[in-house]
């Protein structure tokens, strides 16, 4: 019988065609029990490993655990959301929990990735079912942990050059070297235009490179803190909002392979809001593969009504594609808000803070979110597909 066909060092990076044929090895009773099981979810599945050694073997296979990922990834009725939330004004430590963003009861709370007893929490960023996140045991005491809350592996990640909580983080796959890569940019104080840009390789031994920024447009600093933000990933490169020194705005972006910067532009009607409002947020981030811009405008006055803004570039580094998708006007609109996923039906989910509170949540453009209903809790998280990758084995 011909032997199977061994699979290639970035096979775990699901992103290659999968043709059935090409397996022999897999008869076509075990391909219809294949297709059932990458339906399910990895909950039920790795139950299922207890069933007999065979299906046991099925499903450790690399092969059927990225046919499971690709399934998943894009499936819309598959997609996950991860959230750290604590009470406002509590003692209590910080929860993970887990859901399908369609089914509300089937809401899991999650073990902590490391033993400690921690006070604080961020969710950075995801990428093919790893988050970036980091945690915080005592004051100043951080650490920074790639984690799969579907296998529960982690792994502790070397600290960057300053404080975890002054960057800004994006998690790719760069499929030139075959790894996934770490890009952390930081705003050097909060009136300096100095910036600092670290690159991290997630392998044994690796530790952060720092790259030269050649370039005068500096990182937009929003209202809120650095730690809630993250990198949007497009084309194969990293984008952050910048600003000029001369007062325009653009997109800042940096390929993940050979590390060259480009500008992808702004239209100034986007921006141009900002200085007839006493609080404004804005930033970019990536729904259904479009770039995005938002921005959140309050007055002082909460008599005042509040304008949302939600910008998609429907042709990527053409400018005039930009397009005005969601206005939302509202005295009891938000602080600030971040796009986090865009639904089937085009509804966009929003991670907002509304003015006045200490508290955030999650809610959508046009209709309830059960998920999360309104209390005094400051909840924060993302949107990922379950996957098999296991953090350790990238260390190897």
Known sequence: ???????????????????????????????????????????????????????????????????????????????????????????????????????????????????????????????????????????????????????????LLPHPEYRIMTYVFGLEYDATSEGYKILAVKLNGKKSINISIEFLSIKRNSSWRRIDYPTDIQRVRGFRDCGTDNLAFLHGAFHWLGKSTSGYYTTVSLNISNEVYGEVPLLKQMYDLCPLYFFFDHGVSVLRGMLCFYSTYNKISRSTNGIFNLWVMKDYGVRESWTNFIKIRDTDLFLSARPVYMFADCQVLLHFQRFGYFSSNFTTSGRPFDLCPECDTTKRGIVYAESFISPTSLLT
């Not at 399908?100 to 921690?118: A, G, I, R």
């Open 1 to 155: 019988m011909e032997k199977k066909k061994k699979l290639s060092k970035n096979s775990i990076f699901p992103d290659a065609k999968i043709k059935f044929a090409k397996v022999p090895t897999i008869h076509f009773q075990d391909e219809i029990m294949m297709d059932i099981l990458r339906r399910l979810p990895m909950r039920s599945i790795l139950r299922f490993k207890c069933v007999s050694k065979f299906w046991k073997s099925l499903i450790d296979d690399t092969y059927f655990k990225r046919t499971h990922y690709i399934h998943n990834r894009d499936n819309q009725n598959s997609k996950k959301i991860l959230i750290a939330e604590r009470l406002v004004n509590k003692d209590e430590t910080f929860s993970f929990y887990t859901s399908s963003l369609s089914m509300v009861e089937d809401k899991q709370k999650l073990d902590w990735p490391t033993s400690c007893n921690p006070v604080d929490a961020r969710i950075f960023c995801s990428c093919d079912g790893l988050v970036l996140t980091r945690v915080c045991s005592k004051m100043f005491d951080e650490e920074l942990l790639l984690w799969n809350p579907s296998t529960r592996e982690s792994i």
